[in-house]
């Protein structure tokens, strides 16, 4: 029988064994002991599994270690990790990232308990070979609820660690729709929102991501072999469905047409252009070239309740960006990286270009 935690830790595990023993070393560091550790294992083929029950075993942890059935990919495996837990907030931190010191448990739980309750909390992260610092949010605030908070804040849940949600709010909305879109997270946190859950940002690094182990490595899409004489032909990203992910989230809890409009305009915006220069560079232009026919609007907004003129504009917006995308030196777009991440963020932050009621506008609590 589960014991009720105030946190829940939920990794979803596959072949990252070594790198997830390390992480659980820093939760095993952890000043605040109210916590548990939710692992599902998606049928990880590295042969490591006693390793890391062998560490759990003999550490202080209270843990729950589940492997799936069949193999079912990242989102599933997500799923499988949250409904492992028993605690009110789950934590989620992927299977090569760590927490940042050793007490960001102790540190996150005040701040819940003095700004909370909240549906979702989003927090900071650091490269853990950098100590580069990604602020996904910069200030500590409440920033309400509803469909356009939601909107707003989508594209902050790409990453998975360091977000955390309501246990009982994530477990209401569980659901395979998405599975393949890697971004179930994504969805859960719209979905938590949009229907009336808070979201709280925390101006705190909690998360150290993509820790480095001499002699492992993790596998990644950049290390995949060039396309010799690479065919031009339509290629589908995980990033095609995040459109309509937001949009499948939001759209139930009275969010208007112009509001789904806008989710699809940050993607095409934001999102988009970062990948087709990124797979120039680790592929080939004819490669980034095929990533473009497959984001066109049509595979984009199939089955999107948008009007005739929102789909024209959006297409004359998806020409223009794939053409800068294509034709923009590379290293031009990586020298002004910088500025156009600190422009995505001014645009949505709290809500600021995209008007969030009254009663849900963003309220500043202090920065940490």
């Known amino acids: 029988m589960k014991s009720s935690r105030h946190l829940s830790i939920c990794i979803p595990q596959y072949n990252r064994t070594a790198f997830l023993i390390e ?7 952890q000043t605040f002991q109210d916590f548990e550790v939710c692992i599902s294992d998606d049928r990880s083929t590295d042969g490591r599994e006693q390793e890391l029950l062998d560490f759990l075993e003999h550490s202080s942890l209270s843990f729950i270690y589940r492997k799936l059935e069949t193999n079912s990919r990242y989102d599933a495996n997500l799923r499988a990790s949250l409904s492992l837990a028993s605690g009110k907030y789950c934590f989620l931190l992927g299977n090569d990232d760590c927490l940042a010191s050793p007490t960001v448990l102790e540190e996150l739980a005040a701040d819940l308990e003095r700004l909370g309750p909240a549906g979702v909390v989003m927090t900071n992260y650091e490269d853990f070979a950098t100590g580069a610092a990604a602020e996904r949010v910069r200030h500590t605030e409440v920033v309400g609820a509803g469909p356009a908070a939601a909107a707003a804040s989508f594209r902050n849940f790409s990453f998975v660690s360091g977000i955390v949600l309501d246990r009982e709010r994530a477990l209401a909305h569980a659901t395979a729709r998405w599975d393949g879109s890697e971004m179930y997270q994504m969805y859960l946190g719209c979905r938590i929102i949009a229907e009336g859950g808070r979201l709280l940002n925390i101006r705190r690094v909690t998360v150290r991501k993509d820790i480095q182990l001499p002699g492992e490595r993790v596998d990644s899409y950049a290390l995949k072999p060039r396309i010799a004489r690479c065919p031009v032909t339509e290629r589908r990203l995980p990033m095609n469905q995040i459109g309509r992910l937001v949009i499948d989230a939001i759209a139930p809890y009275q969010a208007p047409q112009r509001l789904l409009e806008r989710v699809v305009m940050q993607l095409l915006l934001f999102t988009y252009p970062f990948w087709i220069v990124e797979y120039r560079r680790i592929q080939s ?9 497959g984001m066109r609007p049509r595979n984009l907004l199939e089955g999107v309740p948008i009007s005739r ?8 917006l998806y020409s223009a960006v794939s053409c800068a995308g294509l034709l923009v030196p590379i290293r031009a777009f990586r020298a002004a990286q910088a500025r156009l991440y600190s422009f995505a963020k001014s645009v949505t932050a709290g809500g600021a270009r995209f008007s969030v009621p009254r009663r849900t506008a963003a309220r500043r609590v202090g920065a940490n």
């Open 23 to 29: 992480a659980c070393r820093s939760l095993a560091m």
């Open 285 to 293: 232009w004819r490669y980034a070239l095929g990533i473009c026919i």
């Open 309 to 316: 003129a929102g789909k024209l504009r959006l297409g004359i």
